[in-house]
């Protein structure tokens, strides 16, 4: 079973970037569609950004204009490029293959001044 592993995240002040990435771990043979997640404490875990594996994109409306999903296929990582960060994308971020495989540790992202 392809498992993915989330990197990048950390803690930013309001209105800066930060750039996750997404890769797998184990034996990937396609190209999956793939997604970002994140679930802040209390709450529950959201879809975030989108990618087919055609590339077509989609973004939850509290991101869109903020965030950017990519992907390099020579890397088989999937990214998440955030700017204009709020306090309220606090969260832990996650990826995962659309339909999902197993959920990992996710990486934190914290939006503080």
């Known amino acids: 079973q392809v498992q993915f592993v989330e990197s990048g995240g950390g803690l930013v002040q309001p209105g800066g970037s930060l750039r996750l990435s997404c890769a797998p771990s184990?034996?990937?043979?396609?190209?999956?569609?793939m997604a970002w997640y994140r679930q802040a404490p209390g709450k529950q875990r959201e879809l975030v950004a989108f990618?087919?594996?055609?590339?077509?994109?989609n973004y939850a409306n509290s991101v869109k204009g903020r965030f950017t999903i990519s992907r390099d296929n020579a890397k088989s990582t999937v990214y998440l490029q955030m700017n204009s960060l709020k306090p309220e994308d606090t969260a832990i971020y996650y990826c995962?293959?659309?339909?999902?495989?197993?959920w990992g540790q996710g990486t934190q992202v914290t939006v503080s001044s």
């Open positions: 184990g034996s990937i043979f396609s190209i999956y569609a």
């Open positions: 995962n293959k659309v339909p999902g495989a197993s």
């Open positions: 990618i087919g594996s055609g590339d077509s994109t």
